[in-house]
């Protein structure tokens, strides 16, 4: 059984990046949904669809690659974890690696990357950290 979904859909993610993989498939859950829509917008996956087989969810990510086949995600990186919870309020949540990097933040008001957080002016927990 695995306890932490967000993580074990990062790694996977970061495997098959590894790897050169068109497509990845990750176990369904609303705050992975939504951390992928933040990695789509931001430009580090292609596009990625929800998979339903039976009574099981699967989510379909179609990885992205640079014009030479180098991948595009070059760190991936679980900030909180079950057992250690980081937040942030909004006046911490600062640019990551200079603006070439995002940070997930989960707030009251949803999932954004650190720059949506700090318009918004909202802080929450940091849930990971890509570039």
């Known amino acids: 059984m695995i306890n932490d979904l967000i ?13 050169k993989l068109d497509t990845t498939q990750l176990l369904h859950t609303k705050a992975v949904e939504a951390i992928l829509g ?3 917008n931001k430009g580090y996956i292609e596009s990625f669809n929800v998979v339903e087989e039976g009574n099981k969810k699967f989510i379909n990510v179609v990885l992205k690659y640079d ?18 919870r980081v937040y942030k309020n909004k006046d911490e949540i ?3 690696k200079s603006g070439y990097g995002t940070t997930i933040v989960s707030t009251s008001k ?11 002016g909202v802080g929450g927990e940091l849930l990971c950290s890509i570039w």
């Open 7 to 19: 993580a074990d859909g990062l790694t996977r993610i970061r495997n098959a990046s590894m790897r």
């Open 38 to 40: 933040v990695f789509q």
């Open 67 to 84: 014009e030479s086949g180098k991948q595009v995600i070059h760190e991936l990186k679980r900030i909180s974890t079950p057992g250690r």
């Open 94 to 96: 600062k640019r990551f």
């Open 110 to 120: 949803g999932v954004f990357g650190n720059d949506e957080a700090h318009k918004v």
